[in-house]
């Protein structure tokens, strides 16, 4: 389990005083009042911390960065994952990328037509953490029978890979160290060579508002490769820039055209932020966001 | 002027570190490194405070509270103005609520059928420093000659108004202190009476993630007064939350089913967050803002 660091406190000890900063490069970022450090520890990739918050409930922060919060992170997982998995006809295989918290795994499952849930996540750690600190969150996915759990480069894993999947996602770390080549040309073509005939990708690609030339470089690259590419948008409170970009990729289904309202209230899940006709009007773009992509506008 | 607070040093002086935190009572907030403090002041009901942000640019700050910066202004201030006055069929007596910054005044003032933006703000002082240090921001709004600036409550001036309008903008502050009434099901009966037939109110409802319960209220007693109402969103990356809510109430008109899509090209407004598609999207409502609205889910 590497260095957990027990917090050298007891609770009768507080009140302590102990605010943690997730700071962007412009000078400005979100702050919380943190009532428990969980755990501390340093993996081979990258420090990792799970806060006690008191209205957010637990933070799972990678590299100083906050990854989830137990109060909103279904806003992240239910996006990244009901668009694709509610389009694609009858998605059987899907693989997950990064993910380590387990919480994109788990809206996965909730799909019973999925047979196979592969997920690829470069450090062990994260897992071994997440199943320690966030079983209640990720509601134990990764002991899923129909789980494959990979400790791998996602990069790596796919040239050596020669299966195919109807889904994959891509629910990885900013594009800065080790996930930097998860947002690479070169990658998005072995997922191409990975996708079955409706296959989709679903990947999550940053901040509108706070990084528009990333996104836009993102979007540029995802058009050289999948025949359909269209961004969507959620709100997330704990990451930066209150609008949150993701992409919607395929060999040729269209997100909102490919996409019947009954499937949802047929599967009867009961999501939190995701609904049917959420699914239409989160790909309609507000003008500072449409000009990222190279989607033409219809008005 | 009151009292200007002329920052006591010179640009060659700096580096300095000054970080401003806008917190919110579940100890969590935004943080803003400070460049330079351009205005400190108190009002009769508030402290005023315009600062320098490196990215954001001006930040205009009442009660400690962000209520405008820069590069985000755009965002609060088309979508409280565009869903409006592009539903009313001939928006010609507009009325602004607060809204001390001019922001808003601005957006109501490209719409050339308008012949009347009132604007019945409490304070004073706030569009005293607003014509100082944010008439860039504010495109010198209040100078046009359609402009009727009223320094009042705007709940007493409704009292003696008899002016009908036809459409009537709530950009007022947090529900609580002076703007606390202008939530109240009695301000909500006054705003009612002073519509037109075709009269539309549109007003800010405060955060659904970080305030659900102040965002149920305000859209329980709306629908105790106004015939139509509908929540919309939008994402603020300066205001709580991420996700921030609106409300559009008629005496009748429907939000989308009386929007027609071409009166935005052909008035051919250049937009940086609202357009015509967006026009439908946005009272499209993930499920955890649409259970604090009176409405019904159609799937």
Redesign the interface.
Known sequence: MGNINKPPFDDALTPWDLWY?D?EP????????IQRVLYSGESEYQRIDVFE????GRMLVLYGAVMMTER?EF?YHEMITHPALFVHPDPRRVLVIGGGDGCTLREVLRHPSVTLARQVEIDGQVVEVAREWLSEVNGNSFDDPRVDLVIDDANTFLDGDDGTYDVVLSDCSDPLGPAEVLFEKDFFEKVLDRLGDHGIFAAQTESP??YPDQVREIHRRLHQVFPVVRMY?????T??????SFAFCSRGLDPVGDFH?ER??DLGLE????????H???F?????A?ELTCER???
């Open positions: 900063k700071l412009q000078q400005l970022g979100n702050i919380y009042k918050h008191g209205w957010l909103d806003i508002m706070f948008l959620a709100h997330i409170p990451y930066p820039g209150a609008m949150y309202h949802v209230s999501t939190k932020y995701y609904n049917a006709d959420l239409g009007s989160c309609v773009l507000p003008t500072c449409r506008p219809t008005d």
